[in-house]
């Protein structure tokens, strides 16, 4: 830099004897006379000023850029929604147009009569892995969405998801949550679009299937196997552990269990988790659970306390259904040397207080048995629910892997209803409701088929 020489001279005295430019320093007789025979000073105050202003213009811009492109991806989710939403309008019309028709067709016909030609026909097939692994699913009544489990599409992102197939249009879109296999998944009572999901890879996840992120994530040493919501209050979630333990979870709290269920009888991995509501005076509310050697009954007593029952049934279950209208259970079983058969075994789950304390007895009352083929090698699940015909009535449906279909029985009397061809092994089965119509939807290692209630 050149400076006057009357300037430099200043600057060394107010300032320590410093140099103006490397802040070193420095003395009258380091300063070097130039003689020159023309010199302009031009004055950069303008253009350092122009500049500033222009680093500001451009970092105003990038940010409106920004912004723009936000309100454009929100203004185009909107119309998705609303288009959805037309739809949803549309076909809910389209249904009570019909349910309508049907009636007035069968007002005619006694209620016997109708109920001896219901049945489940096949409405459409959807391809939903085409390399297979599928394993479970569950319906999401918010979105009238189907959520099946899968191994991600992409081999460039590997991992597992779940594929929300719409129940509408049958739109579909993949969500990757897990590094590992999804053994578990189930939605809330809340319908604020939340799913949680348990995964070999040791973690318990919250996912929106509306924004498609995670919520939440809960880790373990263990593999998880099974997961439950709690539908008194859904801030509490539970995970069932490979060693058998089940894990409770406040999610208003950090992501570590607030409570450990330890039972000395139960090692093996747990192969499925109920959560049995309150229903009434006299009942207990708690965790159904069963692993691979034996089930019981967690009940949930005041506070943080908990008392493990053992349950008076069959051990060695593959999978539990409980339908907390009638609080009955059903379980689900291989063939075996004494039964060369697989079998459905519904029972009348009691909770009894005894005497004048908090103590209750838990009772399983075996009530029907649903036979079917000989062989099940995978661990599939089966349904227990109200019949489409009546609530007062209950059906059973499994799949039957020596048949390749699905098994639908009348709860009541133990009648098999129907043989519901799927043309592969069914690992799992799922009724729902849309639209004013009933459906129930089978899952195979591939495919996923949707049958319609039809009179």
């Keep these: 830099m050149v400076y006057f020489f009357s300037c430099i001279e200043k600057w060394l005295k107010g300032n320590n004897g410093k140099c103006p430019q490397c802040n070193a320093k420095a003395k009258k007789g380091d300063i070097r006379v130039l003689y020159v025979k023309a010199l302009k000073v031009t004055d ?22 920004i912004k723009a492109e936000q309100f454009r991806l929100k203004y185009q989710m909107a119309i998705e929604e609303s288009k959805n939403m037309k739809m949803k309008m549309k076909a809910y019309e389209s249904g009570i147009h019909l349910n309508q ?50 191994p991600s599409p992409q081999q460039l992102f590997p991992g597992f998801g779940v594929k929300k197939i719409s129940a509408i249009d049958n739109s579909n879109a993949y969500i990757s949550i897990h590094k590992n296999l999804i053994r578990d998944l189930c939605c809330n009572t809340r319908q604020d679009g939340l799913l949680l999901t348990a995964s070999a890879d040791k973690t318990m996840k919250i996912t929106s299937i509306n924004s498609f992120n995670t919520v939440q994530t809960f880790q373990s040493d263990f593999q998880f196997w099974a997961c439950a ?46 959560y049995v509501p309150v229903g009434g005076p006299s009942s207990a509310s708690g965790l159904l659970m069963n692993t691979l050697e034996t089930n019981g009954f967690w009940e949930k007593k005041e506070g943080a306390e908990w008392f493990c029952h053992n349950l008076d049934m069959d051990r060695r279950c593959t999978g539990m259904s409980f339908e907390k209208r009638t609080r009955h259970l059903l379980a689900s079983y291989r063939a075996s040397d004494g039964v060369r058969h697989t079998r459905r075994v519904m029972y009348n789950f009691q909770c009894q207080s005894v005497g004048a304390t908090d103590t209750r007895m838990v009772t399983c ?74 459906f129930l939807a089978t899952l195979s290692d591939k495919d996923l088929k949707i049958f319609n209630w039809r009179l």
């Design 101 to 150: 028709k049907s009636r007035v067709h069968n007002s005619t016909n006694s209620k016997s009569s109708s109920e001896a030609v219901c049945k489940y026909v096949l409405q459409k097939t959807i391809q939903v892995s085409p390399n297979g692994k599928c394993r479970v699913m569950t319906f999401d009544s918010t979105y009238d969405a189907i959520l099946v489990s899968l």
């Design 229 to 274: 919501w709690n539908t008194d209050d859904v801030n509490y979630i539970y995970g069932g552990l490979q060693n058998g333990s089940v894990l409770v979870y406040d999610t208003r709290q950090a992501n570590q269990a607030v409570q450990v269920l330890n039972n000395n009888n139960y090692s093996t991995p747990m192969v499925s988790l109920v």
């Design 365 to 438: 009352t075996p009530i029907e048995t649903f036979y079917g083929g000989s062989t099940m090698k995978q661990l599939t699940r089966s349904r227990l629910f109200s019949s489409p015909a009546g609530a007062d009535k209950l059906l059973v449906c499994g799949g039957d892997e020596a048949s390749g279909s699905a098994h639908l029985w009348d709860a009541g009397s133990g009648r098999l209803l129907q043989k519901i061809q799927v043309n592969a092994n069914v690992l799992d089965v799922c009724p729902f409701y849309s639209n004013n119509n009933h």
């Design 44 to 65: 950069t105050a303008e253009r350092d000023r122009a500049l500033k202003d222009l680093e500001n213009e451009k970092s105003m811009r990038r940010s409106a850029e």
